[in-house]
Nanobody, 124 residues
C-alpha cells in the first residue's frame, strides 16, 4: 500500500514557474515507477511525466517536454515536478501516481496508487 500526498500547486502568471511535490508513505518507494498526470476542466486525465525507480529514465508528454522536469529522491520518498514557462493550457488538477514497476510507466491504467491532486492555475 502506498499513500501519496501532493503539494505545491497554486496560481501563477503565464511564463512563471511552480514546483509540485509528492510525498509517499511506505518503505518500498524505490520499487515503484512514479508519474504525474493532469486533468483540465471538461477533459480527461492525461499523462504528463514519468520516472523510473532510480531516476535515470524519464518520459514526458510532447506538450510539456523541455518545460517540465520530473525528479525523485528515494531517501526522502518524494517525487517532484518542476514546471517552467507555464502556459494557460497547463491549468489543471495535477495528480501524482505510483506504478509497481522498475521502468518508467506512461500508461495510466498501470498506475495503482493515486494522490488527491493539487490545483495549478496559470493566468494569461
Amino acid at each position: 500500500q502506498v499513500q501519496l500526498v501532493e503539494s505545491g500547486g497554486g496560481l501563477v502568471q503565464a511564463g512563471g514557474s511552480l514546483r509540485l511535490s509528492c510525498a509517499a508513505s511506505g518503505r518500498t518507494f524505490s520499487s515503484y515507477s512514479m508519474g504525474w498526470f493532469r486533468q483540465a476542466p471538461g477533459k480527461g486525465r492525461e499523462f504528463v511525466a514519468a520516472i523510473n525507480w532510480n531516476g535515470d529514465s524519464t518520459y514526458y508528454s510532447d506538450s510539456v517536454k523541455g518545460r517540465f522536469t520530473i525528479s525523485r529522491d528515494n531517501a526522502k520518498n518524494t517525487v517532484s515536478l518542476q514546471m517552467n514557462s507555464l502556459k494557460s493550457e497547463d491549468t489543471a488538477v495535477y495528480y501524482c501516481a505510483a506504478a509497481p514497476a522498475l521502468y518508467a510507466v506512461v500508461i495510466e491504467n498501470r498506475y495503482a496508487y493515486w494522490g488527491q491532486g493539487t490545483q495549478v492555475t496559470v493566468s494569461s
